[in-house]
């Protein structure tokens, strides 16, 4: 009777084993990466450092040390979960902090890591005072996913490139699901 009981428990333990999902690890690159190549990044996960931005239809993430192949467009940047950047921007989109269901895109639900860490970040692009620059500015290591189409301006096929969110449609989307860093603020 034990030596049965101590086989079912192995091979319990067994399944358990193969049914236990491994955490799917980041990769981890840069923002320069990222515009040379969005065809290989797209629906990934992935981890960068660089300057987030917030204003008044703003919202992006960038790298000073790469700009854009032909001045294409930016990476615009938004937050899973039930959080929102809260920006204001084109065609019917109000700036809200929060959505009522966690964000969803190409059929991959998104959430957000919402601990210290993230709401540190978020302060830090939303300060609560009169704004005397047109954006604030982040510095942070930051792990989500990317999304974008290939596409023409607006949806045609004028000037095609990797687009289709953000202001007007103007930039490829990274949905930040957690903020793994922040620097410190310069005084």
Same mark, same amino acid.
């Given at each position: 009777?034990?030596?049965?009981?101590?086989?079912?428990?192995?091979?319990?333990?067994?399944?358990?084993?193969?049914?236990?999902?491994?955490?799917?690890?980041?990769?981890?690159?840069?923002?320069?990466?990222?515009?040379?190549?969005?065809?290989?990044?797209?629906?990934?996960?992935?981890?960068?450092?660089?300057?987030?931005?917030?204003?008044?239809?703003?919202?992006?993430?960038?790298?000073?040390?790469?700009?854009?192949?032909?001045? *294409?467009? &930016?990476?615009?940047?938004?937050?899973? $979960?039930? %959080?929102?950047?809260?920006? =204001?921007? @084109? !065609?019917?989109?109000?700036?809200?902090?929060?959505?009522?269901?966690?964000?969803?895109?190409?059929?991959?639900?998104?959430?957000?890591?919402?601990?210290?860490?993230?709401?540190?970040?978020?302060?830090?692009?939303?300060?609560?005072?009169?704004?005397?620059?047109?954006?604030?500015?982040?510095?942070?290591?930051?792990?989500?996913?990317?999304?974008?189409?290939?596409? *023409?301006? &607006?949806?045609?096929?004028?000037?095609? $490139?990797? %687009?289709?969110?953000?202001? =007007?449609? @103007? !930039?490829?989307?990274?949905?930040?699901?957690?903020?793994?860093?922040?620097?410190?603020?310069?005084?």
């Amino acid at each position: 009777m034990i030596s049965v009981l101590a086989g079912m428990l192995a091979i319990g333990l067994a399944s358990a084993q193969i049914l236990a999902q491994h955490p799917e690890v980041p990769l981890r690159v840069s923002i320069c990466d990222i515009k040379a190549h969005p065809e290989n990044f797209l629906h990934k996960l992935v981890e960068f450092t660089a300057i987030a931005s917030h204003g008044f239809e703003d919202s992006m993430v960038e790298d000073s040390h790469c700009s854009w192949p032909g001045g *294409g467009p &930016g990476v615009w940047m938004e937050y899973g $979960g039930k %959080r929102s950047t809260a920006t =204001m921007y @084109c !065609c019917g989109v109000s700036a809200k902090p929060d959505r009522n269901d966690t964000l969803i895109i190409d059929r991959i639900l998104l959430d957000l890591v919402d601990n210290d860490t993230f709401r540190e970040f978020d302060k830090r692009l939303h300060p609560k005072r009169s704004k005397k620059r047109p954006s604030d500015t982040v510095r942070a290591t930051l792990r989500g996913r990317i999304f974008a189409r290939y596409e *023409g301006i &607006g949806g045609t096929k004028q000037n095609p $490139g990797w %687009r289709g969110y953000g202001h =007007m449609g @103007c !930039c490829m989307l990274f949905v930040v699901t957690q903020v793994v860093s922040v620097e410190p603020a310069r005084p």
